[in-house]
Nanobody, 115 residues
Framework: QVQLVESGGDLVQAGGSLQLTCKAT????????INWYRQAPGKEREYVGT???????VYSDSVKGRFTISRDTAKRTVWLQMNSLKPEDTAVYYC?????????WGQGTQVTVSS
């Protein structure tokens, strides 16, 4: 079954770090861009960043300099390393594949940052 599965969400104190994992099944991440999004309670889903099929990365201004996306194509795994976490980073984090009109979302993983 083609799917993306996120894991690694947790409760962490402000200033702390957390690493999220996105595991792809039956998807080659070296030929697809993989995106990270997040959705806080009562808010719209927000773009976090992308690791492109070539391995380059793009980040939203809100996380630039604090978050890092990396991958292991052999393991079909993408990571989101989050440092210097803030309470406003609290959200459900999703990884996503978008190719043409095709969209695939994981189930999400909850990150809660306490002040």
């Amino acid at each position: 079954q083609v799917q993306l599965v996120e894991s690694g969400g947790d409760l962490v104190q402000a200033g702390g770090s957390l690493q999220l994992t996105c595991k792809a099944t039956l998807i080659s991440i070296n030929i697809n861009d993989i995106n990270w999004y997040r959705q806080a309670p009562g808010k719209e889903r927000e773009y976090v960043g992308t690791i492109t099929k070539s391995g380059s990365t793009v980040y939203s201004d809100s996380v630039k300099g604090r978050f890092t996306i990396s991958r292991d194509t052999a393991k079909r795994t993408v990571w989101l390393q989050m440092n210097s976490l803030k309470p406003e980073d609290t959200a459900v984090y999703y990884c996503n594949l978008a190719r043409g009109t095709y969209r695939l979302w994981g189930q999400g993983t909850q990150v809660t940052v306490s002040s």
